[in-house]
């Protein structure tokens, strides 16, 4: 069995994880991502927010 050694682990798949990854694989660094859901389709995740003025900037 051989084990695969990343220089760089980056932990949580979320918005700032995956930025994260792909700044460092634009720059030839080719981090490990761990995330604690076992691939992209366990969980539908998303929406949207509008950001009109009478709606979306009072949640803001």
């Known amino acids: ?23 460092l694989h634009t720059r030839g660094i080719e981090p490990a991502v761990f995330d ?6 366990t969980r539908t995740q998303g929406g949207m927010l509008d950001i009109h003025h009478a709606s979306g900037q009072i949640a803001l």
Do not use: N
């Open 36 to 41: 604690l859901e076992a691939d992209r389709h």
């Open 1 to 23: 069995m051989t084990t695969a050694h990343h220089a760089i682990a980056v932990i949580g798949a979320g918005l700032g994880g995956l930025a994260l990854a792909h700044v």
